[in-house]
């Protein structure tokens, strides 16, 4: 499920031609079972409207969760440059040969969290962690020997800005893998096949032949691709850009 939603094209028309069809079983299919009493038309409006809102208040809802989402990952993301500038101005306070070291493992491991942002590939994902996993290792390794040699005030303001650097990367992971859940998914799947099958049985005339029939299923079809493009950050067109981590590392190669 979690792949279906992360390729938002192909969820946009998979769930076109689903909202289709169950416009076209209501409209063809339930028409020709005994009608609702038209005594009591009001209780199939009350149905429908109650249907449709439920459908436009749970996209409303997610929508704004995938915007959140979308926006911390961001935040994160700017969060994670200025740990790195940090350390690496911090690193200056260190002794000269593991200055000189520090600043090296920095850069390449500014390039790597830059490189992570913009892959898609997940065999090229999987390297990168692991390379960023070892890069890590040497990183608190050369903070640590820097606390060892030299167990001062500044030898912490160091380790301090080491633990932020790695910290910071745990944070957008988690943030990565924060999504809408799979659970409000298919209710909102649900939900707007039972709005479509609604829908087109209260159609009534020429509106069940011409495209303003179309018009429920295009828009549903569209909120729920927009929204999964939101809330994937490896399918689909919507992505975080590193701009930060871009910036930090032109400044740091100079």
């Known amino acids: 499920m979690t792949a279906f939603v992360d390729h938002p094209a192909v969820l946009f028309i998979v769930l076109l031609v689903l909202l289709v069809a169950a416009i076209a079983f209501g409209a063809f299919v339930l028409r020709r079972l005994p009608m609702l009493s038209g005594e009591h038309p009001e209780d199939f409006n009350i149905v429908q409207t109650s249907t449709l809102t439920l459908l436009a208040l749970l996209i409303g809802f997610s929508l704004s969760m995938a915007v959140n989402r979308y926006d911390q990952r961001k935040n994160l993301e700017e969060s994670e440059a200025n740990a790195i500038g940090t350390e690496y101005a911090r690193a200056d306070l260190a002794g000269h040969a593991i200055t000189a070291q520090m600043k090296a493992a920095l850069v390449r491991y500014t ?135 871009a910036r930090l590392l032109q400044s740091l190669e100079k």
């Open 111 to 245: 390039r790597l969290r830059r490189a992570h942002y913009l892959t898609r590939d997940a065999q090229e994902i999987a390297r990168n962690e692991r390379e960023t996993a070892d890069l890590q290792s040497e990183l608190w390794r050369l903070a640590a020997q820097v606390a060892n040699e030299n167990p001062t005030p500044v030898a912490a303001v160091i380790v301090t800005g080491m633990n932020d650097v790695l910290n910071s990367q745990d944070y957008s992971e988690a943030a990565l893998i924060n999504r809408i859940p799979i659970g409000a998914w298919l209710l909102m799947f649900v939900v707007a096949l039972f709005g479509c099958v609604v829908q087109g049985y209260g159609a009534k005339g020429e509106l069940r032949r011409g495209l303003l029939i179309a018009i429920l299923p295009i828009t549903v079809a569209l909120s729920l691709a927009l929204i999964a493009d939101i809330d994937s950050p490896r399918g689909g067109i919507i992505h975080v850009q590193p701009q930060n981590l």
